[in-house]
């Protein structure tokens, strides 16, 4: 039986946009993937979910696209943190003290009976629920009986506000995990400081982590006086993660903040690392061709075996046509990188915009190899099941189509699509089993509704 697929309407790279279904629209929302980005997260979290007790495969990690500063769980193990934590948090300590926290509330089963209820309900619904109604429009039954608590907070309270005893609970955790893997709590005092600061008056106006996450004088002090006493108070992680974090900070500030601001903040006359970084995609944003390729030029040849590099120019010379140009830079980086889908796909898409038929059996076995890798990603699904359609394998194109729409949970089109390619696979083959799994899950799913 297929099993219930997490639905990711997202960012490919870093500003393509996907098609997002009537929920993201009407909650304004969208999430992020970055292959860079994506394995620095999951580089923080995984030491910290083993801490927990957490099988690091099975807690679903989401970037939402949203300047505000605050992270949360919801719908069983799905941790989601904002763009805005990310670029406000100064240090991987910071970042790796919200995720422990978090995983504290996932552990310590600190999910009421309604949150529960939320475990079967895509990410997309519960952030578009999170904003405001959306997952109620969606059919989520779950969503839509708290949307009926009353709007925008009342949801908020009742899906992810936690108790103070839930929250002190998460705090003793959350050091507890810092502690067994050798990280100083201070990035988690650090964070609570922040938000400290931002801290307001009205509840209307309040930093969204501090709704939820009540915050209060005896979780700071006590978080303070563990740190001062623990041996690890002042143990910083190596030169390498800091470079990361700055890296990570880096790319999301020129990709999500206008080029003038970015420009602000990475002036020139700065040549670290992160400031070209920034300036090649503030300028690419800015439609500066030459000057984006000359500033991740500079980073090349610095550190020549950085993928991330390379997709940058892949993704600035595909994104301004110069498709022989992108091949290049996305085979570099595909070759330092084999098996990470984000590159994979950046350069199926390129061989496949080429229109060359020379070329159109590369695009598919990069685009085979993206799902492969990552079985749950609507778009790739749908470029290759372009690519099949550009090369007459119709039955194929058919498949990929239909797992995409499952994927969308557009399961009228899943169904037919799926009966389409059955009708074209050989009988009792593994795409024909494919074709078959998703028809019948399909109607099985059409019949709830």
């Given at each position: 039986?297929?099993k219930?697929?997490?639905?990711?309407?997202?960012?490919?790279?870093?500003?393509?946009?996907?098609?997002?279904?009537?929920?993201?629209?009407?909650?304004?929302?969208?999430?992020?993937?970055?292959?860079?980005?994506?394995n620095?997260?999951?580089?923080?979290?995984?030491?910290?979910?083993?801490?927990?007790?957490?099988?690091?495969?099975?807690?679903?990690?989401?970037?939402?696209?949203?300047?505000?500063?605050?992270?949360?769980?919801?719908?069983?193990?799905?941790?989601?943190?904002?763009?805005?934590?990310?670029?406000?948090?100064?240090?991987?300590?910071?970042?790796?003290?919200?995720?422990?926290?978090?995983?504290?509330?996932?552990?310590?089963?600190?999910?009421?009976?309604?949150?529960?209820?939320?475990?079967?309900?895509?990410?997309?619904?519960?952030?578009?629920?999170?904003?405001?109604?959306?997952?109620?429009?969606?059919?989520?039954?779950?969503?839509?009986?708290?949307?009926?608590?009353?709007?925008?907070?009342?949801?908020?309270?009742?899906?992810?506000?936690?108790?103070?005893?839930?929250?002190?609970?998460?705090?003793?955790?959350?050091?507890?995990?810092?502690?067994?893997?050798?990280?100083?709590s201070?990035?988690?005092l650090?964070?609570?400081?922040i938000?400290?600061?931002?801290?307001?008056?009205?509840?209307?106006?309040?930093?969204?982590?501090?709704r939820?996450?009540?915050?209060?004088?005896?979780?700071?002090n006590?978080?303070?006086?563990?740190v001062?006493?623990?041996?690890?108070?002042?143990?910083?992680?190596?030169?390498?993660?800091?470079?990361?974090?700055?890296?990570?900070?880096?790319?999301?500030?020129?990709?999500?903040?206008?080029?003038?601001?970015?420009?602000?903040?990475?002036?020139?006359?700065?040549?670290?690392i992160?400031?070209?970084?920034?300036?090649?995609?503030?300028?690419?944003?800015?439609?500066?061709?030459?000057?984006?390729?000359?500033?991740?030029?500079?980073?090349?040849?610095?550190m020549?075996?950085?993928?991330?590099?390379?997709?940058?120019?892949?993704?600035?010379?595909?994104?301004?046509?110069?498709?022989?140009?992108?091949?290049?830079?996305?085979?570099?980086?595909?070759?330092?990188?084999?098996?990470?889908?984000?590159?994979?796909?950046?350069?199926?898409?390129?061989?496949?915009?080429?229109?060359?038929?020379?070329?159109?059996?590369?695009?598919?076995?990069?685009?085979?190899?993206?799902?492969?890798?990552?079985?749950?990603?609507?778009?790739?699904?749908?470029?290759?099941?372009?690519?099949?359609?550009?090369?007459?394998?119709?039955?194929?194109?058919?498949?990929?189509?239909?797992?995409?729409?499952?994927?969308?949970?557009?399961?009228?089109?899943?169904?037919?699509?799926?009966?389409?390619?059955?009708?074209?696979?050989?009988?009792?083959?593994?795409?024909?089993?494919?074709?078959?799994?998703?028809?019948?899950?399909?109607?099985?799913?059409?019949?709830?509704?």
């Open positions: 039986m297929r219930t697929i997490k639905i990711l309407f997202l960012l490919a790279c870093w500003t393509l946009s996907l098609p997002v279904s009537s929920a993201a629209k009407a909650g304004s929302i969208s999430f992020i993937r970055d292959a860079e980005i994506e620095i997260i999951a580089l923080y979290s995984k030491p910290v979910f083993e801490a927990a007790g957490l099988a690091a495969d099975n807690v679903e990690i989401y970037l939402v696209n949203d300047s505000r500063l605050n992270a949360f769980v919801a719908g069983g193990q799905k941790l989601f943190i904002h763009t805005g934590l990310l670029q406000r948090a100064r240090t991987p300590e910071q970042v790796i003290g919200v995720i422990a926290h978090e995983s504290g509330h996932i552990a310590g089963g600190h999910l009421s009976r309604i949150r529960q209820k939320m475990k079967g309900v895509p990410a997309e619904s519960i952030i578009g629920f999170i904003l405001g109604g959306a997952a109620a429009m969606a059919g989520e039954a779950g969503a839509g009986a708290a949307i009926m608590f009353g709007g925008q907070e009342a949801a908020q309270r009742s899906l992810l506000s936690y108790s103070r005893m839930e929250e002190g609970s998460a705090d003793q955790a959350a050091i507890k995990y810092l502690d067994d893997i050798g990280i100083s201070r990035g988690l650090e964070f609570f400081e938000l400290k600061r931002d801290e307001v008056t009205k509840t209307s106006e309040q930093n969204p982590y501090i939820s996450h009540p915050l209060t004088g005896e979780r700071v006590a978080i303070r006086a563990h001062e006493a623990s041996p690890y108070k002042d143990r910083k992680l190596g030169k390498e993660y800091r470079d990361m974090h700055n890296r990570m900070r880096a790319k999301l500030d020129a990709f999500l903040l206008s080029p003038a601001h970015t420009l602000r903040l990475y002036p020139v006359g700065d040549n670290s992160p400031a070209r970084y920034a300036r090649a995609g503030a300028y690419h944003k800015d439609g500066r061709l030459e000057q984006a390729i000359m500033e991740v030029d500079s980073l090349i040849a610095e020549p075996d950085d993928p991330y590099f390379h997709e940058l120019k892949g993704q600035i010379y595909f994104e301004n046509g110069q498709l022989d140009d992108a091949v290049i830079s996305y085979e570099k980086a595909v070759e330092l990188k084999p098996n990470t889908p984000l590159l994979l796909l950046g350069l199926g898409r390129s061989y496949l915009e080429q229109n060359d038929p020379a070329k159109l059996n590369q695009a598919i076995e990069m685009l085979e190899r993206t799902v492969h890798n990552d079985k749950e990603y609507a778009f790739a699904w749908r470029q290759l099941g372009i690519a099949y359609g550009k090369a007459e394998r119709m039955a194929e194109s058919s498949l990929a189509l239909a797992e995409e729409a499952f994927l969308q949970r557009r399961y009228k089109d899943s169904q037919f699509l799926a009966n389409r390619a059955e009708q074209g696979l050989k009988v009792g083959s593994r795409e024909w089993l494919q074709a078959q799994d998703i028809r019948l899950t399909s109607e099985r799913l059409l019949k709830k509704k």
